[in-house]
């Protein structure tokens, strides 16, 4: 339970976790001897596992934007793999962009959520160090986004709706990437996926790193995870071009800046829902995290079914044809400002 | 010679608020802003300058004359959008649409500066409102929408103004029956309007995808230069693609890059050239040229 990698904001818990931790292993040990746990050490226990979800409860309650940018990116966090092994089955990974290559950090597959036969695509981080390398921390090259998009029309050739997971820091900044078409590949995705006649629906579960992330987000529903981001650019990021350097307290700045959080984006209306996590965090019970995306993604294709494929586009095209926040004003004083 | 350099160099930094190594390409003043502003009328500012390629003093009236391109090396000097729009139409044929867009701050922004006030001295400085000129215009007697982003304007970086002004271009080439032309430099979305930039990127292109389903011909001109947000969406979406010689053009930025690989990028990377020469680009079209490439892309596939 107790998890190795330590949140600042975390500190009070995991004393308390390593306590509890101690002390069921205590129980343990008596136990093994015949012993029965004694009445002090239950309660005690009890007391502790209380003591631990009220602090939890109250340090995920106000985490910081900076705060959830580091949850988002803890990483015991369920990824993209995770959430296919605990709510889909019967998983079949198709691979390649039938062009240049295979891109190990954009997934994509048929597979089955409960009884609704689908196409899912998202972002792959990594666990171990070498999966990590190969995916290159969840930032795709233009085969990836090529790849999804050939396998999205796929989908909608055969009348299957589409999920998609988004968990990336950004697209690969790399040469190879920028010589193949990293922009174009990009773009082009924004353009079809917005006429795909099949239903989309997309979830932040993680990070929402800009165009990277966009770049399989163009969707009927969009939703994030509780504590995922998405924005624009990463704090650091912004932190080095705004404030000139990236430091803890820059980024923390920059992360309030560009309200990057889930409800931020709520209020500006990008995201449609925001998909609750556990108590502590998607990374302290992954299948709790998974239940809840789960529920949201089968009521949203559910939902959608009821529309003829044909008039999605057009729904589509009106939900970001909204998007952006300016002011009109008079033509007459629109003329001199020209 | 040498103290000519000198003047140059003390007026350099024509913008307080960018990287001033990065705007000193940008002809920020045409001839007759200088001689507005300048309150020292014996001091000659600003009538020589050296060009950043071929490092020789040229005569400023005379490059700017030559479109802004240097008369010894053809080096392409950045330009702000209405100098674009008068190099590009016919004159007196550009007709400025969606002026009436006005930047909010829907985020509340706040970097080292508020982002209403950063707005106000660009909008200062510039004396425009906004990173784009759009309008209904002709090019070689060829009726147009054109749509031209501004450099000189915060990086011509795309917010919901830009982003809706491309957007209304769009629609109205498509409601009008006109080819579309759009001219981009950017340094990308704007980070001050965060999620709601992001998503110009997507409102832009789906606005594109209709388009591109009622058979409309868009002419994408990139220009020194075009990336990030703007070229991950609607920049690299032209049906033809045209590039100014030795215009940036690339997804992540150099320095980006350069810090993630560690090693050093070679010559002419992500340049216009070495994009024609990988595929990603149709034509290389010097801005001389300009009018004559896009005339004839009309020709073969407007309507």
Known sequence: ?338 | MVGVFFLYKANAGISTEHDPKRMTQVAGRSWTDLKVTTRRASIPEGLWLGCPSCEKMIYRKRMEANLHVCPECSHHFRIGAKERVRQLTDPDSFEPMFTELRTSDPLSFVDRKKYPERMAAEQKRTGQTEAVQAGAAFIKGRAVMLCCLDLTFMMGSMGSVVGEAVTRSIETALDRDLPLIIVSCSGGARMQESGLSLMQMAKTSAALARFDDASGLFISVLTDPTTGGVTASFAMLGDVILAEPNALIGFAGPRVIQNTIRQELPEGFQRAESLLAGGMVDRVAPRRELRNEIARIIDYAGK
Not at chain 1, 247 to 257: D, G, L, R, S
Request: proline share 5%; aromatic share 6%.
């Open chain 1, 1 to 338: 339970m107790a998890t190795t990698y330590q949140l600042p904001f975390e500190k009070s818990v995991v004393e308390i976790e390593a306590q509890l931790e101690r002390l069921g292993a205590d129980v343990l040990r008596a136990e093994g001897d015949g012993e029965p746990p004694k009445k002090e050490q239950t309660a005690e226990i009890k007391k502790l596992e209380r003591e631990r979800k009220r602090v939890l409860k109250r340090a995920y309650g106000e985490l910081s934007p900076w705060d959830t940018v580091r949850v988002a990116r803890h990483p015991k966090r369920p990824q993209m793999r995770d959430y296919i092994d605990l709510i889909f089955k019967d998983f079949c990974e198709l691979h390649g962009d039938r062009r240049f290559g295979e891109d190990p950090a954009l997934v994509t597959g048929f597979a089955r959520l409960g009884s609704i036969k689908c196409l899912v695509v998202g972002h792959h981080k990594g666990r171990t160090t070498e999966e990590k390398l190969a995916c290159h921390f969840g930032c795709a090259h233009p085969e990836g986004y090529r790849k999804a998009l050939a396998k999205m029309k796929l989908a909608e050739k055969f009348g299957l709706p589409i999920v998609t997971l988004v968990d990336t820091p950004g697209a690969y900044p790399g040469m190879g990437a920028e010589q193949r078409g990293q922009a174009e590949a990009i773009a082009v995705n924004l353009r079809e996926m917005s006429r795909l006649k099949t239903p989309i629906v997309s979830v932040i579960i993680g990070e929402g790193g800009s165009g990277g992330a966009l770049g399989i987000a163009v969707a009927d529903r969009v939703a994030m995870l509780e504590h995922a981001w998405y924005s624009v650019i990463s704090p650091e990021g912004c932190a080095a071009i705004l404030w000139k350097t990236a430091n803890e307290e820059n980024n923390q700045a920059a992360a309030v800046a560009l309200s990057l959080t889930a409800k931020d984006n709520l209020r500006l209306k990008i995201v449609d829902a925001i998909i609750a996590e556990p108590v502590g965090g998607a990374h302290r019970d992954a299948a709790g995290a998974a239940e809840g995306l789960r529920k949201w993604l089968t009521e949203r294709l559910r939902e959608l079914k009821r529309f003829k494929p044909e008039n999605l586009p057009r729904r589509r095209y009106e939900r970001f044809r909204r998007l952006g926040e300016f002011e009109e004003v008079a033509a007459a004083e629109a003329s001199d400002g020209g």
